[in-house]
């Protein structure tokens, strides 16, 4: 395997279970937020975002924001990033 191998990015898409979901607002708009993206970073370190789409439907665009500082949240992410770990550490190569 090549050291030098330069991966830019590594990022997993969640969903929120419902009994942790949450609306947010922008621009006048409410917005149900449904999925994490989570991504980890060069230092280790994991960022998240939560995307979702407006309450009163339509064709909105799909818009991120910032998740908030809650234990269950956390956890989620955490769990999602160590189960994330596990399935590409077990990957088969390409099929």
Not at 25 to 35: N, S, Y
Not at 46 to 68: E, I, M, T
Request: cysteine-free; charged content about 20%.
């Amino acid at each position: 395997m090549n050291s030098d191998l330069e991966v830019s990015a590594l990022a997993i898409n969640v969903t929120i279970p419902q009994s942790l979901r949450w609306t947010d607002t922008r621009r006048g708009e409410e917005f149900q937020l449904t999925t994490l993206n989570i991504r980890l970073l060069p230092d280790g370190h994991l960022a998240v975002k939560a995307y979702g789409r407006p309450v009163g439907g339509g064709r909105g665009a799909y818009v991120s924001f910032p998740v908030p500082d809650e234990p269950e949240l956390a956890a989620l992410i955490v769990d999602a990033a160590g189960r994330a770990g596990t399935l590409w550490a077990a990957h088969r190569g390409l099929g």
